[in-house]
């Protein structure tokens, strides 16, 4: 399974990604900028899907919202 960002660049595991617009955090009051590094990055079962931590927790973050670093 291949893991691409918005650009299409291949992505794995452990690599560092930024976001490309502000994203708010569901059942949280945070919204994370655009620009924020997200290090050490996790895939997951779904291709459009990744893993890492952000904001101070764990959460799954939509490729079609990162570009690789």
Known sequence: MEVKDSN??????????????????KGSSLT??????????????????IEGRAGGSTMVLKTEFVKKA
């Open 8 to 25: 299409g660049t291949l992505l794995n595991e452990g690599d560092s990604v930024t976001l490309i617009k502000d994203l708010k955090v």
């Open 32 to 49: 994370l900028k655009r620009g924020t590094m997200v290090k050490n990055i996790r895939l997951t079962n779904s291709d459009k899907e």
